[in-house]
Structure formats: structure tokens, C-alpha cells
């Protein structure tokens, strides 16, 4: 019999599920959106409830069109975005919306929790630097606002946990790469930071239950196969975070292989044999493979700005599309495409979810600036897509200057379905670039991990040496990149300008009414 493997990607704006042979070639796919809503500036929240029911929707869509037995689908590997806080009472039942990765509401926790260990110490025992992204800051914004609801509150899980237990495991895993994000986690010993959970006064019971990915947690029951069109007895593995499966999907396996993931947020990860922790605000999670970590570092928008840029700028080819016309941004692509390299010295700060790597700003906010009379449509959209690279272009620089050695750098996500993206990475970072036959590379990680946990793999190399192929090599132009290096010393000097001048700060005020 035919075997296949299942990924299903859970993540910011919706979820994917995708088919796989085993040479890696995706023979189905189905995305469904659930989208998070925004009931203050900077406050991001899901529907738990929805996000697992558009999950299974999109499982069932995906094999139908496939038209495969589902009995041939050997198991069923998950990813999830990660560091996403999802309160549940002892019977599993949301006392809340998901707090998202997004949510930036707890700038007075961090604060709070600088109080009690300083930034330094906390980066050098979790591996993250203090910031609101991690749910350790909505525990305690749940404990000073909404103790009644804290009060219900049995267990504090990520996504990937919530959705693999819908769908039959039997208990809340969370991945050994998504630990960290609980905040809690000794990111050196792979284990709970005992002493700061003392001094905060938790239990890691509270969380979910640390777990190797790649192991396999429940199988598909009677009931949940007839809502996701899988067949019972299909085993669930647990698989990791989104980027860390991505980082999997692209085959860097290896110290020294790098990549780029533009997808709603932007991830710039290196693997290596150590925790190389205190530079330039990296974050330092496990890698898939056991003994290695990733340094990684973080956009919080990314091509999520393009989608900004869409839905608020670019009505005109957002409206032609859905009169049938070419896809939206297909057309943004060909406008981009039309405005020079450096976009006539108009440059966008891609803070539209706050600053993340390396600056760690939760108060910085995008900003067109430089725009002239000279500049139109064609440059405003460059302009963000070449923010969006000069934001990694940051995080690449701290690489650089702690001395990290870069053997070979693939580039992933969505943004690479864009030549011209995939262009200005390489003209930008000035070194090669490489497309993977599958820019589906989460999905496809999160399958290959299934592989390995239902035993369809003997080890994770060999499932990379089976499914992963790389498409193409792109070259950069030298004399881009010179100009962008000039757009690069304009990007730092423009941050810096808002940040220590107050502009960012005062915005921030302005906009909380506080």
C-alpha cells in the first residue's frame, strides 16, 4: 500500500493541512483562515474553539483532494505557531480567547519580572530576552486583571498542545522547542526554571507536559476521524513549533545552515551544537534534532506587512482581484517590480506589531519615511518589501558580529513565491540565497516528524535526505547590494532617531490613551 504523511501547520492566521509522499512531493493541500480579533491597540486574541475547528476543516478538505484511502496515510505530524497562552479548566473548556504571540498587553509584567531577575540573568537562564511575547507575562497579566478567570484556570497551554488533544492525545503536550516559550524553561538543561517558578510562586504542572518531538501521543478515534476525514487508528506525533519545523522542512540539520522564513512573522534561525545565549536579543530554543539548538531571531510582522499593505493601501488591486482579475498581489509584485533598487530612498520601519530582534521595543510602530513628492505607488509598495528584508538584515548583523560562521542560508514562507522577493533577500543579505521545492516547509516539517514518530523514518536525517530537494540558487548583484547597504545605515539611524527621541514612546501613549 501507497504510504503518505500528513502536516497539519496551525498557525497565526489560519490553518494548513498537507498531503506528502514520501520523496516529499505535496499531492493535496487546504488552508482554512480564523484570523485573531484586536479588542485594544496592541492587545491580539483567537477563538480556540474556531482555531480547532477550522484545523480539522482543513484536514478533511486536504484529503478529499487528494482522493487517497486515508488508511494510506501513515501518520499525522503537527506544527503550531508558538508561544501562544491558552488558559483551560480542568475539563479542557477555554476559560478565555487565546492570548497570541502578537499580544503586547503585558510591557508592566516584564517590568515586573525585571524587578524580581534582571534582564541579563533571565536571558542567560531561558535563552529569551524579556519581552511580552512570552506567556509567562500573561499568566501574571491574568493574575493582576483577571483573577476570577485565573481562579478556573487548570492548565496554561500552547497550540499545538490544545489542537493535538482535540484531536486525541491524551493529555497537553507541548514540544520540548516550544518549552521555552512558556518563559519558564532552563533552555541549557532542557528543564523547568525551578528557582524562578519558586519565586513567582507556580507549578510547571500548571503548563503542558514537556515532551521529545517526534513521539507519538494518541491516535485518530472513531468520532474525530469523522470530523477531519483521517482514519481511525492513525497515529498523532507530536511535532514542534512553526519555525522549528520549518527550520526541519528547509534540511538545516546541520551547524552552520541557515535560513529565512517570511510568513506572517519573519524568523531568521542558524543551527548550532551550543545555546550560544547574550547577543544581539536571539532568541535560543532546542532544535528538532536532540543536543542542538537554534539561535534564532524574530520579526513579529514580516509578510504580514505586505497583507497590511493590501488590505489598507492597495484596495485597487485587492477589488480587481476579486472582480476575477489577477491575484492581488501578484499585481503588487509587478508594481514593486517597477520602482528601483533602494525604492528612491523611501524606506518603511516594518513595525506594525512592535520591534522584536534585535531591538526588543514593544512601544516602536512602522513609519514610511523619506517620501516625497517623487515617490508613488510602485515605491511604497518596494519599500515594504525591502523593509521587511532590512529588518532580518538586522538580525544577520548580530550573527555576523558574535562570530557565527554561515555555511549555506535557504530562504522559506510565502514571500518566496515572489522572485522579486526573493531577489532583493539575496541583493540585501549580499551572499546566495536557496528556494526549497517546497516553500510549504513547516508543513512539510511537521510532516517528516510524523514520519519519524509513527517509524516510517529511522532518524530525522534520513527523512531530510528523503523529502527535502532544493529548487534554486539565487545570486546576488553587487551593485544592489552596495545601495542597500546604504539603505541599511538609513534604516539603524532612522530607528534609532524615533526610538531615543521619543517618537516611538509618545505614538505609543497616543494610541493606549494613556
Request: hydrophobic letters at 40%; charged letters at 20%; one cysteine or more.
Amino acid at each position: 500500500m501507497t504510504q503518505y504523511l500528513a502536516g497539519v501547520d496551525v498557525g497565526t492566521t489560519g490553518a494548513r493541512c498537507m498531503i506528502f509522499d514520501l520523496d516529499g512531493t505535496a499531492v493535496a493541500r487546504h488552508y482554512c483562515d480564523y484570523g485573531a480579533t484586536y479588542p485594544r491597540p496592541g492587545w491580539v486574541e483567537q477563538d480556540p474553539e474556531l482555531l480547532t475547528a477550522r484545523t480539522m476543516e482543513a484536514c478533511r478538505a486536504a484529503i478529499t483532494t487528494a482522493g487517497i484511502d486515508p488508511r494510506e496515510i501513515a501518520s499525522i505530524g503537527f506544527s503550531a505557531q508558538r508561544s501562544v497562552a491558552c488558559p483551560v479548566t480542568a475539563d479542557g473548556v477555554p476559560v478565555r480567547p487565546m492570548f497570541s504571540w502578537q499580544d503586547a498587553r503585558t510591557a508592566e509584567e516584564v517590568e515586573a519580572l525585571r524587578e524580581l531577575i534582571s534582564a541579563d540573568e533571565y536571558y542567560a537562564q531561558n535563552g529569551l530576552p524579556l519581552g511580552t511575547t512570552w506567556i509567562i507575562t500573561k499568566l501574571l497579566w491574568m493574575r493582576k486583571h483577571e483573577p476570577q478567570l485565573l481562579a478556573k484556570t487548570a492548565r496554561i497551554v500552547q497550540n499545538q498542545d490544545l489542537v493535538l488533544r482535540a484531536f486525541g492525545a491524551d493529555d497537553y503536550y507541548t514540544d520540548l522547542c516550544c518549552a521555552v516559550f512558556y518563559g519558564v524553561w532552563d533552555v541549557h538543561r532542557a528543564t523547568w526554571n525551578r528557582p524562578l517558578l519558586e519565586r513567582l510562586e507556580l507549578d510547571p504542572a500548571l503548563f503542558g507536559r514537556p515532551t521529545p518531538p517526534g513521539t507519538q501521543v494518541g491516535t485518530i478515534s472513531r468520532a474525530v476521524a469523522d470530523r477531519t476525514g483521517f482514519a481511525p487508528g492513525t497515529p498523532l506525533c507530536l511535532g514542534a513549533g512553526d519555525q522549528n519545523c520549518s527550520v526541519l522542512g528547509m534540511g538545516a540539520v546541520k551547524p552552520g545552515l541557515a535560513t529565512v522564513t517570511l510568513g506572517t512573522a519573519g524568523l531568521a534561525i542558524v543551527a548550532t551544537e551550543r545555546p550560544l545565549a547574550g547577543f544581539g536579543g536571539m532568541m535560543i530554543t532546542h532544535h528538532v534534532v536532540p543536543g542542538m539548538w537554534e539561535v534564532e531571531g524574530l520579526s513579529n510582522a514580516a509578510a504580514a506587512s505586505l497583507r497590511w499593505f493590501r488590505d489598507v493601501i492597495a484596495t485597487r488591486e485587492k477589488e480587481l482581484a476579486a472582480a476575477g482579475g489577477p491575484d492581488a498581489y501578484q499585481q503588487l509584485d509587478e508594481l514593486a517590480g517597477t520602482a528601483p533598487v533602494g525604492s528612491q530612498g523611501l524606506l518603511f520601519l516594518p513595525y506594525l506589531a512592535t520591534a522584536a530582534t534585535p531591538r526588543w521595543n514593544a512601544q516602536a510602530r512602522a513609519a514610511f519615511v523619506g517620501l516625497s513628492f517623487a515617490h508613488g505607488r510602485a515605491e511604497l509598495t518596494r519599500a515594504v518589501m525591502e523593509g521587511v528584508v532590512l529588518e532580518i538584515r538586522d538580525m544577520l548583523e548580530q550573527w555576523h558580529t558574535a562570530g557565527i560562521a554561515i555555511d549555506c542560508l535557504r530562504i522559506g514562507g510565502g514571500a518566496t513565491r515572489s522572485r522579486l522577493w526573493n531577489q532583493i533577500q539575496a541583493d540585501v543579505y549580499g551572499r546566495p540565497v536557496e528556494t526549497l521545492h517546497v516553500s510549504e516547509s513547516t508543513g512539510l516539517g511537521a510532516a517528516l516528524m510524523g514520519g519519524v514518530g509513527a517509524g516510517v523514518f529511522d532518524s530525522i536525517d534520513a527523512g531530510v535526505a528523503a523529502m527535502v530537494r532544493v529548487a534554486d540558487r539565487i545570486e546576488p548583484h553587487p551593485d544592489n547590494h552596495r545601495r542597500y547597504e546604504q539603505l541599511y545605515q538609513a534604516y539603524t539611524q532612522t530607528y534609532e532617531g524615533l526610538a531615543t527621541g521619543g517618537a516611538f514612546a509618545s505614538l505609543a501613549r497616543i494610541q493606549t490613551g494613556s
